[in-house]
């Protein structure tokens, strides 16, 4: 059976079934006059990260006609190209010595699936949080691979989104770069790291002033590290070295926050740094800010592993083995929802008549340099997450997922991690089969409760809520 259709600006990759799980046949290659895309879909998700991994696969299970478009060359987002190396979000916080699980549905299946393809490992407690481990091309694999066994589903890749075609309350048509044509659908889902699609419908949003965004990340792996001579007592001394460093002046005092966690490949560690945003002129929309930042993590980069080498026992013939395409943006654009989710209900683990999904990660905020600050539940009560929150105030048919969705700056400091995207994402596919199968061609103001039961089924079958 022919999964769905994988297309690179020319060339559309038909991939077999077979293909992605990894048996022997030969990938279909067809070009753009053989097959092309078509002009009109039930429904259009814009970014290829987590959430709208999950929104594609859940809207095409759900029979839509569904057109993922990627901006880059693969998927999987931040994980694939800034190195992201945890999932958080997954599990509910606890004191139990078994993770229970968060959410069930797709972020469950992405869960079982790296966990049995040695993807990812864990899950690993870190306090009261449970967090998996994985490997961010690995991921990227499976969700090729789920993505592939979708026949409703076409992946367009390295598509740019130019312009939004809206009526009143109502988005008609997108125009992307690598189609001729305006591209009308009866759903969208803004999944994007930055709302673009939502900003070029001049959709409501909200961003966090300069100085309160979250701080921008480097993330690398050092490789050739003597992994025997990393233990508990070995991390204390690294951190006193490199406090040393940063004393003596061999080192950036950037690198006083730097986090090593341990991979699943032998003689590699990843390390993650926070970088200083420039105070008032940091923008995750400027690409001159961000070109800056990631020469900036380079650089850092570059002048741990030289003093490693020569300080620290276990890392003497240690090298970069992997960099990030990107430096890693935690936060810009908000879309404004039927409803704000605030820094209150996550704290409180409010429940809702039109809960999707649920949040179960303490609020995390990355506003400086100096380490982040985390603020969870006393009770560790899970927030729901309500469909309002999904649901554009300004258009009927824009439903949003990932981290853009409804939420205040410091609720989203909860809501951006993979796990719950995974489950946002979700719930805004199968919000997006809804709004399709309306006569109105909406989720009317006030029917939000009935149309969430029956998506908070779907993804709650499998687990005891």
């Known amino acids: 059976m022919i999964g769905s259709r994988f297309v690179n600006i020319q060339i559309i990759f038909v991939l077999h079934v077979a293909d992605l799980a990894g048996k022997r046949s030969k990938n279909i290659v067809q070009t753009l006059e053989q097959i092309s895309l078509k002009s009109n879909y039930d429904a259009v998700i814009v970014g290829g990260g987590s959430a709208g991994v999950a929104a594609a696969i859940a809207s095409a299970r759900e029979g839509l006609e569904t057109l993922l478009l990627v901006r880059g060359s ?14 958080s979000g997954l599990y509910l916080i606890s004191n139990d010595v078994v993770p229970h699980p968060a959410n069930g549905g797709l972020a469950l299946e992405f869960t079982e699936r790296l966990l049995k393809t040695e993807s990812a490992m864990g899950p690993v407690r870190m306090n009261r949080v449970d967090v998996l481990l994985q490997e961010p091309q690995l991921f990227s694999i499976q969700c090729t691979r789920l993505c592939g066994k979708e026949k409703n589903l076409i992946v367009v890749f390295n598509s740019t989104l130019r312009s939004v075609l809206s009526n009143g309350t109502v988005i008609e048509s997108i125009e992307i770069d690598t189609h001729p044509e305006p591209i009308r659908a009866a759903v969208f889902v803004d999944a994007s790291s930055d709302a673009k699609l939502s900003f070029l419908a001049g959709a409501d949003y909200e961003e966090a002033d ?107 013939k240690c090298r970069i083995t992997a960099s990030p395409g990107q430096t890693s943006a935690r936060e810009s654009r908000r879309v404004s929802g039927r409803y704000c989710l605030t820094e209150k ?121």
């Open 210 to 316: 300069p100085a309160e965004l979250q701080r921008a990340a480097y993330i690398f792996s050092i490789g050739n590290v003597n992994l025997d001579d990393v233990d508990d007592n070995s991390r204390f001394i690294l951190s006193q070295k490199i406090v040393a460093g940063i004393r003596d002046g061999s080192l950036d005092p950037q690198l006083a926050v730097a986090v090593m966690r341990p991979t699943g490949l032998a003689e590699q560690v990843r390390w993650t740094i926070d970088l200083e945003s420039e105070g008032d002129h940091y923008s995750p929309l400027n690409p001159e800010c961000l070109t800056r930042l990631q020469i900036l993590g380079c650089q850092l980069a570059a002048q741990l592993e030289a003093y490693l080498r020569v300080s620290v026992t276990g890392f003497e």
């Open 74 to 87: 693969e998927l999987g987002g931040n994980l694939s190209q800034d190195l992201v190396h945890s999932i």
């Open 345 to 465: 209900d996550i704290l409180d683990g409010v429940e809702f008549e039109d809960a999707v999904c649920r949040s179960a990660w303490p609020i995390e905020l990355r506003e400086t340099v100096r380490g982040q600050k985390s603020h969870a539940s006393k009770k560790s009560k899970p927030c729901d997450i309500p469909l309002r929150a999904l649901i554009s105030k300004d258009f009927d048919n824009l439903l949003m997922a990932g981290r853009c969705i409804s939420a205040t700056h410091r609720a989203q400091g909860a809501l951006r991690v993979i796990g719950t995207c995974l489950a946002v994402g979700q719930a805004a596919g199968l919000a997006a089969a809804t709004i399709k199968r309306s006569p109105t061609g909406k989720i009317s103001p006030g029917e939000e409760g009935a149309a969430a039961a029956p998506i908070r089924e779907k993804i709650f079958c499998d687990i005891n809520r």
